[in-house]
């Protein structure tokens, strides 16, 4: 078990940087690597346009490593650009050990290594301001062609395009955080289908096809679902939007997962769908599809009003609130 404070140095070489130096993954534009001591990582851009973002995982206790790369990452792509590497600040509660550390590096070298991109750093320690683990990382990101879009670059007159499902993410959080209980209620493929539901977690495709196809605004799905993404893309646009609910994709096994929770899916954390706002949205659809990646037109950008229209009845399309992830009655 490991004491309050910062992860003894022999530890941290032996889990943390020497598996993040003999990573398979080292890239030309990155000039400072880390290493014991080093505060800071460095890279060179060239002429392109430089992209930060950050955002913590807090609503997940497994494959914490894993989801923080993949989510992080999606906020660079949904702006058009290309990640090139995550630090990362990794807080445990006490009584932490060496297989949980070693389990979080596992899922973030096996994320950065899926995506090409580096580990550049960051911090680890052990504290009792924290019950379970937290991870809060910050990507650094570059343009392709010093070209990027905005979440508010939506235009009136374009479609609202969404990919893969409705509450993805989140179906796999909650299979892992609450196998044993689900085990119980569904079947066991069903229970396996959401688990690797995780494997879709990246937008990096979408974004290339949707940047090449002209889209002007995109959005990770994060907390709040489907339907908060729409708002905030709409919202951040200043614009208003109609969405098209039954034409929302869902699957399955996330429709099960979530009736056994007592949750929404269309109000689920769903990263890796990205919501997009482009003209001729069939086409891009098509130019998805043919890639590999299921979409769907689920409406339209309008010059003011947010609404929902679902079976034939049309409402207000209210403010995302808290994530129907931390609502689950498991």
């Known amino acids: 078990m490991f004491e309050i404070g910062k992860i003894p140095p022999q530890i941290l070489e032996r889990i943390v940087l020497d598996p993040v130096t003999h990573s398979k993954v080292h890239r030309d534009d990155i000039v400072v690597r880390p290493k014991t001591g080093e505060d800071c ?165 979408e974004s290339r096809i949707a940047m090449e196809h002209g889209a002007t605004a995109m959005h990770d799905a994060t907390e709040g679902g489907i339907l908060g993404a729409v708002w905030e893309l709409a919202e951040c646009s200043g614009k208003g939007v109609q969405v098209l609910a039954d034409n929302i994709p869902i699957k399955e096994v996330t429709k099960a997962v979530c009736k056994e929770a007592g949750i929404e899916p269309l109000l689920l954390i769903s990263s890796g769908t990205m919501i997009i706002s482009a003209f001729d949205g069939v086409e891009l659809v098509k130019k998805l599809e043919e890639a590999g990646i299921e979409a769907a037109v689920i409406g339209r950008i309008t010059e003011s009003g947010k609404t929902i229209l679902e079976q034939g009845k049309e409402r207000v399309l209210e403010q995302p609130k808290s994530d129907a992830l931390y609502q689950v009655k498991l």
């Open 41 to 205: 990582s460095a890279m060179d851009p060239k002429e392109e346009l430089c992209v930060f973002s950050t955002d913590p995982i807090t609503g997940a206790t497994k494959d914490t490593g894993y989801l923080a790369v993949h989510i992080n990452c999606n906020d660079v792509f949904s702006a058009g650009a290309e990640p090139v590497g995550i630090l990362m600040t990794v807080l445990l509660p006490p009584q932490s050990d060496e297989a949980m550390l070693e389990e979080l590096m596992h899922g973030t070298l096996k994320a950065a290594a899926e995506l090409g991109i580096e580990v550049l750093g960051g911090h680890t320690e052990v504290t009792d301001a924290v019950t379970k683990p937290v991870i809060s990382a910050t990507v650094i990101g570059k343009t392709r062609n010093r070209k990027m879009v905005c979440t508010g670059g939506a235009e009136v007159g374009q479609d609202v395009i969404m990919t893969k499902w409705a509450g993805l993410e989140g179906t796999a959080i909650i299979a892992h955080e609450h196998e044993d209980v689900l085990a119980q209620r569904i079947d066991k493929e069903l229970l396996e289908e959401a688990k690797d539901m995780k494997g879709y977690l990246s937008v990096g495709t």
